[in-house]
């Protein structure tokens, strides 16, 4: 017998209703540019442009490629201004951070001194560049988790990386699992504080052994669903082989285009820092 695998059947397996939605892989006009393309050609491209400026220890080049992905994921997503500022709330931290260590602990010429802290110019230059990237993989990140549904991603990676179906489908219920811890917490902590006293004032109990039977209570939540669904799973004939797939992801000459855009631009712009003298390697550590 043959299974048949679809977006619907292993979206309805994983808790997530797909009534009215379009099909996967079926190109909608009403969603932006970069929810259209292939998952695994946006993740591909996400892997090849972290990979390049891991090499790139200047600040300039970074900063450019951060500045024209800042501008490409606010046009062809959804991500409103107020949500793509939040998202960088993490990855800024971390960059200042990064930034603070290198102009601190960085030998080289010293541009600042206040008692026992120095900055130095290479410190600036070598922490400025790690910062920088750091924002840049960042907002390449939201970029991608804002415009791509998981369910489309797990149905391309099996198709077009070749990723098993059982790896694939584990790795999306995991990710439906995750989502919906806050929910579930938030569900069991209301539930037990209408049972148990009330302190003093009013409010509601916050002592380590309520926090520790909410704990409890959302582990056992989590891991009775985690059955349910590797039942589920298995119910309809997950790791069978030959597979068929009722609405194939592929990919089209809109991705290929994606791809040429996104190489010809990181090209350009290293092109163009290496042409003015800017664009420093590894070998930026070592001055």
Same mark, same amino acid.
């Given at each position: 017998?043959?299974?048949?695998?679809?977006?619907?059947?292993?979206?309805?397996?994983?808790?997530?209703?797909?009534?009215?939605?379009?099909?996967?892989?079926?190109?909608?006009?009403?969603?932006?540019?970069?929810?259209?393309?292939?998952?695994? &050609?946006?993740?591909?491209?996400?892997?090849?442009?972290?990979?390049?400026?891991?090499?790139?220890?200047?600040?300039?080049?970074?900063?450019?490629?951060?500045?024209?992905?800042?501008?490409?994921?606010?046009?062809?997503?959804?991500?409103?201004?107020?949500?793509?500022?939040?998202?960088?709330?993490?990855?800024?931290?971390?960059?200042?951070?990064?930034?603070?260590?290198?102009?601190?602990?960085?030998?080289?010429?010293?541009?600042?001194?206040?008692?026992?802290?120095?900055?130095?110019?290479?410190?600036?230059?070598?922490?400025?560049?790690? @910062?920088?990237?750091?924002?840049?993989?960042?907002?390449?990140?939201?970029?991608?988790?804002?415009?791509?549904?998981?369910?489309?991603?797990?149905?391309?990676?099996?198709?077009?990386?070749?990723?098993?179906?059982?790896?694939?489908?584990?790795?999306? @219920?995991?990710?439906?699992?995750?989502?919906?811890?806050?929910?579930?917490?938030?569900?069991?902590?209301?539930?037990?504080?209408?049972?148990?006293?009330?302190?003093?004032?009013?409010?509601?109990?916050?002592?380590?052994?309520?926090?520790?039977? &909410?704990?409890?209570?959302?582990?056992?939540?989590?891991?009775?669903?985690?059955?349910?669904?590797?039942?589920?799973?298995?119910?309809?004939?997950?790791?069978?082989?030959?597979?068929?797939?009722?609405?194939?992801?592929?990919?089209?000459?809109?991705?290929?285009?994606?791809?040429?855009? &996104?190489?010809?631009?990181?090209?350009?712009?290293?092109?163009?820092?290496?042409?003015?003298?800017?664009?420093?390697?590894?070998?930026?550590?070592?001055?």
């Amino acid at each position: 017998m043959t299974a048949v695998v679809g977006p619907d059947a292993g979206a309805s397996t994983l808790g997530t209703s797909t009534l009215g939605a379009p099909p996967l892989g079926a190109p909608t006009h009403r969603a932006p540019a970069l929810d259209r393309r292939n998952p695994t &050609v946006k993740l591909a491209l996400v892997f090849v442009v972290s990979l390049v400026v891991m090499f790139v220890l200047d600040p300039v080049t970074p900063t450019v490629l951060y500045v024209l992905a800042l501008a490409g994921v606010a046009t062809t997503t959804r991500t409103s201004p107020r949500a793509l500022a939040h998202a960088h709330i993490p990855f800024a931290a971390f960059a200042l951070g990064v930034l603070s260590v290198n102009a601190l602990s960085r030998p080289g010429h010293e541009v600042w001194h206040a008692g026992p802290l120095s900055v130095t110019a290479e410190g600036l230059a070598v922490g400025g560049a790690l @910062a920088m990237r750091t924002l840049l993989i960042g907002v390449l990140a939201v970029g991608f988790v804002r415009s791509t549904d998981p369910v489309a991603l797990m149905h391309s990676l099996r198709q077009n990386a070749r990723l098993g179906p059982r790896v694939a489908y584990a790795v999306l @219920a995991g990710y439906r699992v995750l989502q919906d811890l806050p929910r579930e917490w938030a569900t069991i902590q209301h539930a037990h504080a209408v049972r148990a006293p009330r302190t003093r004032d009013g409010d509601p109990p916050r002592s380590p052994r309520h926090l520790g039977r &909410v704990i409890f209570t959302l582990l056992v939540v989590t891991v009775r669903r985690g059955e349910r669904t590797a039942q589920s799973l298995e119910s309809r004939g997950l790791g069978l082989a030959p597979r068929t797939t009722w609405h194939p992801v592929r990919v089209a000459r809109a991705d290929w285009a994606l791809v040429a855009g &996104v190489l010809m631009v990181l090209g350009l712009v290293l092109a163009a820092t290496a042409g003015l003298g800017v664009l420093r390697g590894p070998g930026a550590l070592a001055g």
